[in-house]
């Protein structure tokens, strides 16, 4: 029956259908209720689904907006001097990014976006957090990155959920924010995940270019199981 | 939306293109708005990042109040956008409470009426939310995808479908399926009596 009503205020119904509908809706008061309840349902997800819509575009309008002003912000003023200043730096920077480009091909092979693998995904009433986490497994880090502040308070400061939080940021490359986030975590939470924070912390840091804190967080890595070989190799990299 | 008559005739192109999704129009309609909250932000100093909020903000909004219809036809879409950008400042001075600097009622009358209509409450929303997580894991993606504007050549694509008919069939399917989960919601049903 609410499958008919839905098909009628979609106008799907044939024109018999329809008057048949009416004719029901001026004599069962019962039933114009129930019609017009389910008239509001239909109004309402219309509108949310017109809003989650405008919401998704405005963020990319903001995101190339944002890559405008910094494009802009680099752009420089020509002159013989900066030309030939320019073609003097070029050289040395081809030399530094032939080095550069193997730390790059290294973050390449060895980064993934940490995967949980079987934990305690949380009752049924939990449903946010196993929609989360689905949506998470699934490689959907945009919707990660906005529903966690929707997750219940356990789940924000959970070593693991905030480790995935900090990986979706990673995989939008805006390693800052990731950084912040794990920088941000108590170590009290992270021990049994120490290894992976400081993993995930020096990939951050060398997409940075940051050399100096990427070799401190590797080397804290040496003598861990999961991590020992690849931070070795790293490090001579960039000594 | 029917694009009105107006005195303004480039302002039914500009809408359209904003309807259309538009993007080269849309970046550069949002840096013009953004200019247009700097000068308004001189004497403020609003923090720049607060000053993005607003920005984004304002231009969702706008395209909020153009899909429900209240575009004012006898200014020019840059006007109308300008006025959201002005009242959604204020608006954030006001919650700041800066008032010595900036006042809301200095904002003209269509200004003030530039508002975001929502069109559902809190309530709404904390159902709709309940209810999408008690859809199957085929028709949550399915939504997912067809309410961030995917087609559903798109989606059949990314789901392993084999033509879009079948994702256009699914997704109806799945959006009537939520639509008869939120009606049998019992505290919606009250909420929905309380409020007639």
């Known amino acids: ?239 | 939306m029917a694009l009105v008559p107006n005195q303004h005739k480039n302002s039914n192109d500009d809408i359209s293109k904003l309807l259309n999704r538009d993007r080269k129009y849309c970046v550069q309609l949002y840096e013009e708005i953004w200019h247009f909250l700097i000068g308004l932000n001189k004497n403020a100093k609003v923090d720049q990042s607060e000053l993005m909020d607003v920005l984004a903000s304002s231009f969702e909004y706008l395209l909020k109040n153009l899909g429900s219809g209240d575009f004012n036809a006898k200014s020019t879409l840059k006007t109308y956008a300008f006025s959201i950008a002005k009242n959604q400042f204020y608006k954030f001075f006001e919650s700041k409470k800066q008032r010595k600097h900036l006042s809301y009622s200095k904002m003209d009358e269509h200004e003030q009426k530039s508002d975001i209509r929502v069109g559902y409450s809190d309530f709404e929303e904390e159902i709709y939310r309940l209810e999408f997580t008690n859809l199957s894991k085929k028709c949550r993606w399915i939504l997912r995808y067809v309410n961030r504007g995917y087609t559903h050549t798109t989606i059949a694509n990314k789901m392993g479908y084999n033509n879009r008919h079948v994702v256009k069939n699914l997704a109806l399917r799945c959006k009537n399926k939520l639509k008869m989960l939120i009606k049998n919601n019992s505290d919606y049903q009250n909420y929905m009596k309380n409020d007639n």
């Not at chain 1, 997409?207 to 190799?233: C, R």
């Open chain 1, 1 to 239: 029956m609410t499958t008919d009503i839905f098909k009628y205020l979609e106008g799907n119904d044939s024109p018999k259908e329809k008057d048949a509908f009416e004719k029901r809706m001026t004599s069962d008061a019962a039933f114009k209720e129930e019609v017009m309840l389910c008239q509001n349902i239909n109004q309402f997800i219309e509108k949310k689904v017109q809003d989650e819509e405008i919401n998704e575009f405005a963020k990319e309008i903001h995101y190339d907006f944002l890559k405008r002003q910094k494009k802009r912000k680099g752009v420089p003023t020509y002159s013989w001097y900066a030309v030939v200043a320019i073609l003097i730096i070029a050289l040395g920077i081809f030399g530094v990014w032939f080095e550069q480009n193997s730390i790059h091909r290294f973050y390449k092979s060895n980064y993934r976006a940490w995967q949980p693998g079987s934990i305690n995904r949380g009752t049924s009433t939990e449903a946010k957090y196993s929609e989360w986490l689905e949506a998470y497994e699934h490689g959907d880090f945009e919707f990660a990155i906005n529903e966690f502040k929707q997750l219940p308070l356990e789940q924000q400061t959970d070593a693991i959920v905030v480790l995935m939080y900090a990986c979706a940021f990673i995989e939008a490359d805006e390693f800052e924010q990731a950084l912040n986030i794990l920088n941000a975590t108590s170590t009290a939470y992270s021990t049994m995940l120490t290894g992976e924070y400081n993993w995930y912390k020096g990939l951050c840091y060398l997409k940075l270019d940051d050399d100096l804190k990427a070799k401190n967080a590797f080397a804290l890595l040496l003598t861990n199981n999961k991590y020992g070989t690849l931070a070795s190799e790293i490090l001579k990299k960039l000594d």
